[in-house]
């Protein structure tokens, strides 16, 4: 049926074509031309014997949402993207991830052997001995002061000196939890540990590499990205773009899952049009089951809660040609005016939704092809 179609669409522009050449008869030949299709200047019309033998069918009305099909492609959220950051600057002497990894939260990504924990841990036992020296010193003052031996200023300086001893203590202690060492169980090899869930999607180190500003000059070693959400981004005309709403449903589908539905919401509509193509950027936040993959391209169907009418007629009145859709109404007469459409969903009982092109109650030529057969013939 398929190459039936195909052969009749190029008769079919073939005699559209040919439409302005009209056959007369030639008396040098002894031959009688049969004008048929004859000369018109609008190429879109078509003319006949008899129309009557084409049977017509009324184009029915079919409330439906307004839909908005677009294109786009899977994009993470940028709010569940987590940077694995190296403070302690150094070598890595171990690493347990690499790029695409699934990991777990807390889970070991690399092990970096840093001179910053050595500093680090030096300062903090000096911290640890001064603040135990002037502790010392402030309870001998105050014992001194109490039997009248110092005076009330001696006090208060050694007073002075513990407090400040123990705001470097306090500072020494935390720069060591910031390094991620245990003060009572030191080393120079810093374990680094996945802040949350995810996949790596970046990573700027591998084994034996610098990591840390120091050495490297960045202190992120890996990306990590949460995809139960993802972030869905599309073009939208200019045109389009009152059709869009926040909040409004979306249905997701990819062609490596055909028939597969997913459903999201617009989370945002650009501010900005691109000044090349005149499109906003459309963004539309949904849970991912794992299906979805960054950098998939998809089809997204903006769902409006208001309903349009749109025609239905019968699958067999819709002609394909250059991939494009039309379908013939009535002109007047003998003629038949050749419209294009914009076909939309497959209903049941063998009929087609028109979104735009005719309108509900308008009158097609039912069965195309039998058209298109008589135009060959003539």
């Not at 129309?51 to 009324?58: E, G, K, M, S, Y």
């Not at 993470?76 to 070598?91: F, M, N, Q, T, Y």
């Not at 135990?132 to 050694?158: C, F, M, T, V, W």
């Not at 998939?296 to 409006?304: E, G, H, I, K, P």
Request: with cysteine; glycine share 6%; net charge negative.
């Amino acid at each position: 049926m398929k190459v039936g179609i195909a052969k009749s669409a190029c008769c079919l522009a073939a005699l559209l074509a040919l439409a302005g050449c009209e056959k007369k008869f030639n008396p040098a030949s002894g031959a009688a031309g049969t004008a048929e299709v004859v000369e018109d200047s609008n190429a879109s019309l078509v003319t006949v014997d008899k129309p009557d033998q084409f049977a017509l069918a009324i184009a029915n009305r079919i409330d439906v949402p307004d839909k908005l099909n677009v294109t786009g492609s899977v994009n993470p959220d940028i709010d569940r993207e987590v940077p694995v950051i190296s403070l302690a600057s150094g070598k890595v002497v171990d690493i347990r991830a690499r790029l695409d990894d699934n990991v777990k939260k807390g889970q070991l990504l690399l092990r970096v052997q840093s001179p910053d924990v050595t500093n680090a841990f030096d300062i903090y036992r000096k911290a640890v001995n001064d603040e135990q020296l002037n502790n010392k010193a402030y309870a001998r003052a105050k014992d001194l002061y109490a039997h009248g031996a110092i005076p009330l200023e001696s006090l208060e300086q050694a007073e002075d000196s513990e407090k400040d001893a123990q705001a470097d203590l306090t500072a020494a202690d935390q720069q060591l939890k910031t390094l991620g060492i245990d003060k009572n169980h030191p080393s120079s090899i810093v374990d680094i540990n996945a802040p949350i869930s995810g996949v790596i999607v970046a990573q700027n180190v591998t084994n034996a590499a610098a990591a840390g500003v120091t050495y490297s000059g960045s202190s992120t070693a890996f990306t990590i990205a949460d995809l139960s959400v993802v972030w869905v981004i599309c073009d939208v005309y200019e045109n389009d773009l009152p059709r869009v709403h926040l909040g409004q449903p979306a249905q997701i589908s990819v062609d490596a899952y055909p028939g597969r539905v997913l459903t999201g919401r617009v989370s945002d509509i650009g501010p900005v049009l691109d000044p090349t193509i005149r499109t906003a950027k459309v963004r539309i936040e949904i849970p991912n089951s794992g299906l979805l993959r960054l950098g998939m391209f998809v089809n997204a169907t903006l769902l409006s809660p208001s309903n349009v009418a749109h025609a239905v007629v019968p699958a067999t009145a819709i002609l394909h040609l250059h991939d494009r859709e039309w379908v013939f109404v009535p002109a007047g007469g003998n003629q038949f005016r050749r419209v294009q459409v914009d076909s939309g969903d497959t209903l049941p009982a063998a009929m087609q939704e028109i979104r735009s092109g005719i309108d509900p109650g308008q009158r097609v030529v039912k069965d195309v092809l039998q058209l298109e057969a008589t135009l060959e013939a003539q």
